[in-house]
């Protein structure tokens, strides 16, 4: 029997991702294609032609991916049982499939970031350059896209659906053969990927990829996530401190990123309960969220040796990264250690980051409160990082 405190929190999950969505499908031409979250997180105010590379002439490649595959999913779900909200949702992502499948077709690649003529650039000193052809590399743009191509193409172009899963298994060959770049910011090149750091950040957004494919009917595609959930605990795993080291090597963890890696993987193994890393990885999450319970949420960095802080930022997509990964983690095991930190990260989402007169939630925290700094990308999320997360605790609460 499901407890009432799951039941009132598979309600508010689903109260917060209807809200984003009619926000989110409420914004601008439902035909235009890209979508616009270009909104400050603080003031409630668009962004507008002043506003620079945050302003309405720039798009992220990062984010018009990560929007499609929540449209595309959300369309799904609610096809059974509200068909007029998921016609809107279609609508919205039919235009906005046209528009990356385009885009991507005409580069073989996505770019983070593109100019008013859709050129990718990026910023150098100030002011914008050309990107380079990617050529042989990827990136997490790259990833996002592909992925949402993927889980909107059996809704708009299954005749597509091969070319789409060949991208995506493109990003993730790149990732095994060493030719992924981490840091979009810098000219896509061999050069600058051999002179990146050993970060399982890769890995773990491409890990997210197993889901979606399991549920696309594609489950003998998903090998990489065997070898990828092995990797990392092979080379990050940090018996002292039980974390997830972000480099290898190195002290500072990324508190998010492990538990999002902890969340994708569980996701994965439940089409395998009786897989024997679920227990380590368990522990390995339990332990996140003890020590990256912080403050308004979960630090964007810390010491794994010590647990102090290593950033003055809380940004907010660990808290629903960390309600799906409990949710997952709870349904395959029953363990009820999970309870609690779950409880907390749901506490602090919807205490300290989200705005339900706003249908957003503030980007980033300080211990002194919100703050203008921007994670990744300036454009507020589009139901992916909390949408899809707490959609995810819905389907585990109800399994």
């Not at 050129?119 to 590399?137: F, H, K, M, N």
């Not at 050993?198 to 979606?212: E, S, T, V």
Request: proline share 6%; net charge negative.
């Amino acid at each position: 029997m499901t407890p009432d405190w799951m039941r009132d929190a598979a309600r508010r999950y689903e109260s917060c991702n209807r809200a984003t969505l009619r926000w989110l499908v409420a914004r601008g031409d439902p035909g235009a294609g890209f979508l616009d979250t270009k909104v400050h997180s603080i003031t409630g105010q668009d962004y507008d032609a002043t506003s620079g590379l945050r302003g309405p002439g720039y798009t992220y490649g990062w984010i018009q991916g990560r929007g499609l595959e929540a449209l595309a999913t959300f369309a799904g779900h609610y096809r059974g049982t509200d068909a007029a909200f998921a016609a809107e949702l279609e609508t919205a992502a039919s235009a906005l499939y046209r528009r990356l499948a385009e885009l991507h077709a005409r580069d073989g690649h996505a770019y983070f970031l593109y100019d008013r003529d859709l050129r990718p650039v990026v910023s150098r000193d100030g002011d914008l350059a050309p990107q380079t052809e990617a050529g042989a590399i990827f990136s997490y743009s790259d990833a996002f896209v592909a992925k949402g191509l993927c889980a909107a193409a059996p809704l708009f172009a299954p005749e597509a659906r091969t070319r789409h899963l060949a991208s995506l298994m493109s990003v993730i060959d790149a990732i095994e053969d060493g030719r992924f770049q981490m840091d979009e910011t810098r000219p896509l090149s061999p050069a600058s990927v051999d002179a990146e750091p050993d970060d399982f950040g890769p890995r773990m957004i491409l890990l997210a990829a197993a889901g979606l494919l399991h549920r696309l009917g594609h489950s003998d595609k998903t090998g990489f996530a065997d070898r990828f959930i092995d990797h990392v605990l092979e080379r990050h795993f940090d018996p002292a401190s039980g974390l997830l080291l972000t480099i290898r090597g190195e002290d500072i963890c990324n508190i998010g990123h492990a538990v999002e890696f902890c969340g994708f993987a569980f996701e994965h193994l439940l089409t395998r309960p009786d897989d024997p890393r679920i227990a380590p990885l368990v522990d390995i999450l339990l332990r996140c969220l003890e020590v990256g319970m912080q403050g308004p949420g979960i630090a964007l960095y810390l010491s794994a040796r010590t647990g102090d802080l290593a950033s003055p930022y809380f940004p907010w997509w660990p808290m629903p990264e960390a309600i799906r990964a409990c949710a997952l983690g709870f349904q395959l095991t029953g363990d009820r250690r999970l309870i609690a930190p779950w409880q907390e990260a749901d506490a602090a989402f919807f205490s300290h980051y989200w705005r339900d007169d706003k249908s957003f939630a503030y980007q980033t925290r300080t211990l002194e409160g919100p703050v203008d700094f921007v994670p990744a990308t300036p454009d507020l999320d589009p139901g992916y990082h909390t949408g899809l997360s707490l959609l995810a605790a819905i389907r585990a609460i109800g399994a």
